[in-house]
C-alpha cells in the first residue's frame, strides 16, 4: 500500500521537488496521512518559487522553507486536533488555522476552498 501510494504521488511531482518535500517532511516528523496532506497542500496552493506552500512568512523564502514550515503546521495542529472534541474533519480543523476564510491576506476570498481542494487532492494522491 505504501508503495503504491508513493508511486501515485511521485507522478504528481518532479522527482527533485519530491525530494525536498521528504525531506523537509522527515525533519517534522510529518508522516504518513499527514505527508499526504502536505503533498496535497503542495497541489493545492501551487505557488511560485518562496511561496510553493503558500506560506507567507517571508523567511519561507524557498521550497525547503516553505515544505518544513508547511510540515510543522500540520504536526502541530494534529496534535492540537486529538485535544479537540473533533468535530470537523482534520483538513477542516487545519484550514481554519493554515487558510482562514476571510484572512487579510486573502483579498480574492480564495482560501474559501482550501479545505475542499486539499480534500480532493488527498483523494487523488490516495488513490
Known amino acids: 500500500m505504501a508503495t503504491l501510494m508513493l508511486t501515485i504521488a511521485l507522478a504528481h511531482f518532479p522527482a527533485e521537488e519530491y525530494t525536498v518535500i521528504e525531506k523537509a517532511?522527515?525533519?517534522?516528523?510529518?508522516?504518513?496521512?499527514?505527508?499526504?496532506?502536505?503533498?496535497?497542500?503542495?497541489?493545492?496552493?501551487?505557488?511560485?518559487?518562496?511561496?510553493?506552500?503558500g506560506v507567507m512568512n517571508p523567511k519561507a523564502h524557498n521550497l525547503d522553507t516553505q515544505a518544513g514550515w508547511a510540515a510543522?503546521?500540520?504536526?502541530?495542529?494534529?496534535?492540537?486536533?486529538?485535544?479537540?472534541n473533533r468535530k470537523d474533519s482534520f483538513i477542516e480543523f487545519l484550514g481554519k488555522r493554515y487558510a482562514p476564510v476571510g484572512a487579510n491576506n486573502d483579498p480574492k476570498g480564495l482560501n474559501r476552498h482550501w479545505v475542499k481542494n486539499v480534500t480532493r487532492w488527498v483523494q487523488m494522491l490516495s488513490a
Open 72 to 84: 510543522a503546521t500540520i504536526v502541530k495542529n494534529r496534535k492540537r486536533w486529538k485535544c479537540t
Open 25 to 53: 517532511a522527515i525533519r517534522n516528523q510529518c508522516f504518513g496521512e499527514d505527508f499526504i496532506i502536505l503533498l496535497a497542500i503542495r497541489k493545492a496552493e501551487n505557488g511560485g518559487p518562496g511561496k510553493e506552500f
